[in-house]
Nanobody
């Protein structure tokens, strides 16, 4: 089992920045990719970004490319999501999740990000 705990959410004005953290513990050898997702009120959960544990390869949703950056620390125990030039439409609960192959099977409880206009 892998445990994930998000932190770093909060209230920020449009154009501002936040950095989210996802602390990963447990059987960290059992996953290969960590992703960030978000869910706004009344909307479906959507993919934001992901990073591969072995290669460091990253992927981003088109809506955040150029504004958000996903990274890990050297021990790969924490995954970060640096969010710059935030927009009101970025307001959502942000979740991190881990997967070994095809599906994200381990999820955190989320952290709220609110961007005011």
């Amino acid at each position: 089992q892998v445990q994930l705990v998000e932190s770093g959410g909060g209230l920020v004005q449009a154009g501002g920045s936040l950095r989210l953290s996802c602390a990963v513990s447990g059987r960290t050898s059992s996953f290969r990719t960590v992703g960030w997702f978000r869910q706004a009120p009344g909307k479906l959960r959507e993919f934001v970004a992901a990073i591969s544990e072995g290669t460091g390869a990253t992927a981003y949703a088109n809506s955040v490319k150029g504004r958000f950056t996903i990274s890990t620390d050297s021990a790969q125990k924490t995954v970060y999501l640096q969010m710059n030039t935030l927009k009101p439409e970025d307001t959502a609960v942000y979740y991190c999740a881990a997967k070994a192959t095809d599906e994200y099977g381990s999820w955190g409880r989320g952290t709220q990000v609110t961007v005011s206009s």
